[in-house]
């Protein structure tokens, strides 16, 4: 019988992927992201291992967004108080914190567990195009 084979944790020797989000739609960028922060695009991928990536995304601010979302699409805050539900539109949350559209996106296709958890901690986004990773040498990903 053959055994199975399990990939190794990479621990440091993780690679470093930059993603410019400049018009590119939201949706299909958090897709790519999820996936690199997975490592689903690798040949090793095991759901229980955590082998993914660093994923470095900039110009947060300027990701695109399809149809009316602009106005119509909604962000939801709870702080755990009576009344403390805090609603914001997709414009109002591009003004104030970009970096979290894409942050939502992306965790909201990841699995809701400890690994994911750990994963998103790995997830660099900036508003513009400079960023501080620059030692790490990323590799640049054109969508």
Known sequence: MQKSYRAPNPGENR???LIDAKDQPLGRLAVVVANKLRAKDLPT?????????????????????????????????YSGYR????R???????????????????WGMLPKNNIARKM???LKVF?????????????????
């Open 127 to 143: 508003a513009g195009a400079e960023h501080t990773h620059a030692a790490q040498k990323p590799v640049e990903i054109k969508l």
């Open 83 to 86: 009344n403390g539900l805090k």
């Open 15 to 17: 690679t470093w992927f």
């Open 45 to 77: 991928f095991d759901p229980s291992v955590d082998a993914g990536a660093f994923v470095i995304v900039t110009n947060a601010a300027s990701v695109k967004l399809s149809g009316n979302k602009e106005e119509q699409k909604e962000y939801q805050r």
């Open 120 to 122: 998103m901690t790995r």
């Open 88 to 106: 914001f539109s997709a414009a109002e949350m591009r003004a104030s914190h970009p970096d979290r559209m894409i942050k939502e996106a992306v």
